[in-house]
């Protein structure tokens, strides 16, 4: 089954597939939903995060603690 409409039975289609001018052309049918399940993804913080995290964590300390002790 053909998903695509007939051109013999659509109003207003030119004979080179167009539509003529202040027609609106066919809607093809569309399909919903997805193809194949979604795997399930996992609900924790990648431990690789949490090292982001800290190394930056880590940084900001180290600049305030020298910023600190420059204008003391």
């Known amino acids: 089954?053909?998903?695509?409409?007939?051109?013999?039975?659509?109003?207003?289609?030119?004979?080179?597939g167009g539509v003529a001018p202040g027609s609106t052309p066919?809607?093809?049918?569309?399909?919903?939903?997805?193809s194949a399940p979604e795997p399930r993804t996992r609900n924790h913080f990648p431990p690789t995060g949490i090292a982001v995290i800290a190394v930056v964590a880590l940084l900001v300390i180290v600049f305030v603690i020298v910023a600190v002790s420059v204008l003391a």
């Not at 089954?1 to 039975?9: E, G, K, T, V, Y």
């Not at 659509?10 to 004979?15: A, C, K, S, T, V």
């Not at 066919?26 to 997805?34: A, D, I, K, N, R």
């Open 26 to 34: 066919p809607e093809t049918p569309q399909t919903s939903g997805l």
């Open 1 to 16: 089954m053909s998903m695509d409409p007939d051109p013999a039975r659509i109003p207003d289609l030119e004979p080179g």
